[in-house]
């Protein structure tokens, strides 16, 4: 990691309800830099909370706090909505997990990647677009010319999700948040958009933060692991040196993956420790 793209200490994501407040993220503290961190837990776990939560996209009654939010010199967490505006899809962009509530559904692919691009850049329409076209053969789709006509509803789920990807990324933001990116697309093109963003990494520079429940994905994909349960860190370590972590939850992450070359006829079962919602956060800042 050559410099901190952000900078998280002591984040806490919280809901006031009718019944008392709800700790969806419980005090954690992380750095990206120009890396491809990886974020593993079980849903509810508060992964997706915090990619949220650094764009400030958390609507009330949830409420967003921290000793420290920053991206680069800019404060997130006092950032005025003029600022997150310009910090959002030029800086910052995130790729939420389900397409279908992302696309808006009264305008095509096109017309939407276009407005993407020319929100954060002064660049004429027919340059937008031939952006567009370009983004959309990096991401494999074909026929990318019919593809910017059609709207939302008439495209596939996985087809969706790389539009998604592809618009998300047209500005060529420094930090990409990719929230389950690969869920619905079939093996070969998760591959395929796995080298997309491994190759944004390395020749642009750019930090990945991505969120996925897939722990042996993550591990093979990233340079960085944080396992997280209950909105909280539990355990922080380097992709390559997974095997040897030590936090209970994690091993019982691991020992419930499939082994194909040694099958067994019943897959070990996560038991949920009261001790570990408790315990305070791992830190994951370097």
């Not at 997150?84 to 899809?89: D, P, Q, S, T, V």
């Not at 340079?223 to 349960?229: E, F, G, L, P, V």
Request: with cysteine; charged share 25%; aromatic share 4%.
């Amino acid at each position: 990691m050559t410099d901190r793209l952000l900078d998280v200490e002591n984040l806490r994501v919280s809901f006031d309800t009718r019944t008392g407040t709800i700790e969806a993220v419980r005090g954690i503290s992380f750095t990206l830099g120009r890396e491809r961190l990886g974020i593993v837990g079980e849903s509810g776990s508060g992964k997706s909370m915090t990619g949220r939560a650094v764009l400030k996209l958390i609507r009330p009654p949830g409420r967003v706090e921290a000793d420290r939010l920053a991206f680069g010199d800019t404060d997130i967490l006092h950032a005025s909505d003029r600022e997150m505006r310009a910090l959002r899809g030029r800086h910052i962009s995130m790729v939420m997990q389900d397409p279908k509530f992302s696309l808006n559904p009264v305008m095509t692919v096109g017309a939407q990647m276009v407005e993407a691009l020319r929100v954060h850049e002064r660049i004429s329409g027919a340059k937008a677009q031939a952006r567009a076209l370009e983004m959309l053969e990096e991401v494999a789709i074909r026929e990318p010319e019919r593809v910017l006509r059609l709207y939302p509803h008439e495209v596939s789920g996985g087809m969706g999700q790389r539009i998604m990807i592809a618009m998300m990324l047209l500005p060529q933001p420094e930090v990409l948040i990719a929230d389950e990116p690969t869920s619905a697309l079939d093996v070969s093109v998760q591959l395929q958009v796995l080298d997309i963003m491994d190759k944004l990494v390395r020749d642009r520079g750019m930090g990945l933060m991505f969120i996925s429940h897939d722990l042996n994905l993550v591990a093979k994909f990233c340079d960085r692991i944080i396992i997280m349960y209950a909105g909280r860190i539990v355990e922080t370590c380097k992709a390559s040196e997974l095997h040897k972590a030590q936090h209970p939850y994690t091993l019982g992450l691991l020992n419930a993956v499939p082994d194909l070359e040694h099958p067994r006829e019943r897959l070990d079962v996560l038991v949920r420790d009261p001790a570990w919602r408790a315990a305070p956060s791992v830190s994951a800042r370097q």
